[in-house]
């Protein structure tokens, strides 16, 4: 898991290396750590999404809950 860093209410910027998957479809999901609680998951299918061979990717996605 990587963290993200929170900026507002509507905002989580988060920076993270994709050297091995490079080129090749990715599934990810999202999940809050709440200290002293379970996570909080989001209630979805994984998402997924297919990253540029090389550069600088960003996109943008709206938490499920």
């Known amino acids: 898991a990587y ?3 929170y900026i ?26 709440r200290e002293g609680r379970s996570p909080l998951r989001e209630n979805v299918v994984a998402r997924k999404w297919v990253l540029a061979s090389e550069g600088t990717v960003k996109w943008r996605d709206n938490w499920a809950h």
């Open 3 to 5: 963290p993200l860093e």
């Open 8 to 33: 507002n209410e509507n905002t989580w910027f988060g920076e993270i290396p994709f050297d091995e998957s490079a080129g090749k479809l990715i599934t990810y999901k999202y999940a809050l750590w």
